[in-house]
């Protein structure tokens, strides 16, 4: 004990080097430890290619094969796409004439329509004229006397028998005759038809327009009649 007293320096200095070469020694081992760390992950670590990827010179006659399916499938793809391509540009075309045609057919349906009210309009027009014409005529003939009337009737249908026959069927009379007899009051009609059948004033020609008129008369009020009751409501 006397000892370490008398020495205690010279122990203190050898425990501090003994401790300081162990902690050098073990700073040293872990240095190098994580340097064999490193190197270890280095190796592990995936790393992209610098160049473009080559096959093998030689080829098995698997591989070959297998090389020439994808080339052949490539070429196929390729072709079918420049086919849709073509058949994609063909329907755009298509489509583009389709629209152009359907505009045309637009204009043509819009001009047409106002051609055709035109027309209407002006129908209606020559309708409202020879109903007025038909009046005036009307009322012409009611101031005339019967033997008159009956004298104007039968050249008005002698004028119309200067038209091909064919034009109009057997004992048709002249339609403004019937349209004028249709407007006059039937005091004023029963007059003339009793002097075209007359048995010393009438005629044959007289009395066969007389009989033409009757009948047409007749089919004419029928036609009317049917007319009115189509457009009355149906009772329920």
Do not use: C
Request: glycine fraction near 4%.
């Amino acid at each position: 004990m006397k000892l370490i007293k008398n020495n205690l320096p010279l122990f203190l200095a050898i425990l501090t080097t003994i401790i300081a070469a162990a902690i050098f020694g073990w700073l040293t081992l872990n240095r190098i430890n994580e340097s064999g760390k490193d190197q270890h992950g280095a190796d592990h670590d995936p790393v992209s290619p610098t160049s473009p990827v080559k096959y093998p010179g030689k080829l098995t006659e698997e591989l070959r094969d297998f090389v020439a399916e994808l080339e052949k499938r490539d070429a196929d793809i390729r072709e079918r796409s420049e086919d849709l391509q073509s058949i994609r540009n063909s329907i755009e075309q298509e489509t583009k004439e389709f629209t152009k045609l359907k505009t045309e057919v637009l204009n043509l349906q819009a001009q047409f329509d106002r051609k055709a009210q035109d027309l209407e309009s002006k129908y209606i027009i020559l309708q409202q004229k020879e109903q007025e014409n038909y009046r005036n005529l009307a009322d012409t003939i009611e101031s005339l006397s019967p033997s008159a009337a009956v004298t104007l009737f039968l050249q008005m249908n002698k004028d119309m028998d200067q038209e091909p026959p064919a034009a109009y069927p057997a004992n048709y009379v002249n339609k403004t005759i019937l349209g004028v007899l249709n407007l006059m009051d039937p005091r004023d009609i029963a007059p003339i038809f009793e002097e075209m059948n007359d048995d010393k004033s009438g005629t044959e020609e007289s009395r066969q327009l007389a009989a033409s008129l009757a009948q047409q008369l007749q089919k004419l009020v029928v036609e009317q009649n049917n007319d009115d009751a189509a457009t009355l409501p149906s009772g329920g």
